[in-house]
């Protein structure tokens, strides 16, 4: 399992031509203020890149490893500052595109990034992060080894849907919503990181044509794009994409195949462009969050939420935000003391 969702299927990426940049984008980072988000608290990118240097930081341990590089817990030498530091290989493509990409971004529910730090003599990228201290979503489904309770789960859809609103409105698509993306914190927030295979679109409806993505969250119209005119609605795609990531919190495993079966790509092809969805046992979920997850997984695009209609749901816009911000607090708490994070040592 863990193979098929930590991978991206490279061969499904046609070579056809990815959307124009954006006017005004550059490839590499200025760190040019975002525009505020609306409705939070304003941030500004604190740093330009060349005020730190890789001398600078010490290596504490590995957060993690994926497609594109690894990832580090650091120390600021001067300051003490905790940060996490993102190398990517020199020759991964995605790296300055990501790098580009969370320069235009400063939410709060979004992972921030510091700086790009001048590119040791590898010519590796190497982008520091702020440190989210409870690790990733899927780090913490596994620790639990269970499901998130339902309180946690919608501070987690609020928080998550928030990111996805404010990079919606900059024209940014992400396309690899999982857990392993979404960040949790002791202090109950959630950030969307990872942005490697992201796009700025150059128009808000523009389609999307490229079709690399981690293959057990993408939607039907990205396993089968013949069907859909060889293109398909990326707003549309990360919302199937953060549907199934509810589901698998809520039910603490992946929920598209039948437990214990093979994460074959025939499989999942299966199951995501014919399967049912899942049936949950009585009581496993509220009918608030059981609709709020179908209308999340209509294999039609054009019948799935959107990101604004899913905040407004009743599931997220009615929680208790003072109790589910406090249980899913507790949660990440609860299993970052059982394991620290970071254990894999330098
Ligand atoms: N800012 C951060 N704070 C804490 N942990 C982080 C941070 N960024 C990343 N991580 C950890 O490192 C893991 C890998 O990070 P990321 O997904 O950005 O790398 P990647 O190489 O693009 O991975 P993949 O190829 O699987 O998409 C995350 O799942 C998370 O556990």
């Not at 609306?38 to 993690?64: C, E």
């Not at 499901?147 to 919606?168: I, M, R």
Request: aromatic share 6%; net charge neutral; charged share 20%.
């Amino acid at each position: 399992m863990a193979l098929i969702r930590e991978k991206r299927l490279r061969q499904l990426h046609l070579s056809l031509p990815v959307p124009p940049r954006a006017a005004g984008q550059r490839p590499n980072p200025t760190f040019t203020p975002a525009p505020a988000p609306t409705g939070v608290k304003a941030l500004t990118p604190t740093a330009l890149s060349s005020q730190f240097r890789l001398a600078d930081f010490d290596k504490l341990a590995v957060l993690g490893r994926g497609n594109g590089g690894t990832v580090y817990k650091v120390r600021h030498r001067e300051t003490s500052a905790l940060y996490a530091l993102k190398v990517q290989h020199y020759d991964n493509p995605a790296a300055a595109a990501e790098a580009d990409i969370l320069s235009r971004t400063a939410s709060p529910f979004v992972v921030r990034c510091h700086s790009v730090l001048p590119a040791a003599a590898s010519g590796d990228v190497a982008m520091l992060l702020e440190l989210v201290d409870g690790g990733s979503l899927d780090s913490i489904r596994s620790r639990l080894q269970g499901a998130f309770p339902e309180a946690a789960l919608a501070e987690v859809a609020a928080q998550a849907l928030s990111g996805l609103a404010y990079l919606h409105a900059r024209r940014i698509v992400h396309l690899d919503i999982k857990p392993a993306n979404l960040l949790a914190s002791t202090a109950g927030e959630v950030k969307v990181a990872d942005f490697g295979i992201a796009k700025v679109l150059a128009h808000a409806g523009d389609k999307c044509t490229s079709y690399v993505g981690t293959t057990a969250y993408l939607s039907p119209e990205r396993f089968d794009p013949e069907a859909h005119g060889g293109h398909y609605d990326p707003h549309a795609a990360d919302v199937w994409s953060f549907g199934v990531t509810i589901l698998e919190l809520l039910m603490g495993r992946y929920p598209l195949l039948p437990a214990g079966q093979q994460p074959s790509w025939a499989a999942l092809m299966c199951a995501v462009c014919f399967g049912e969805a899942p049936v949950l046992s009585d009581g496993a979920a509220s009918p608030e969050l059981q609709d709020f997850v179908a209308t999340c997984l209509h294999k039609d695009y054009r019948k799935r939420a959107s990101v604004a209609e899913l905040l407004a749901h009743p599931f997220v816009a009615r929680r208790d935000v003072s109790v589910s911000k406090c249980a899913l607090r507790k949660l990440v708490a609860d299993v970052s003391s059982e394991s620290r994070l970071g254990s894999d040592m330098v």
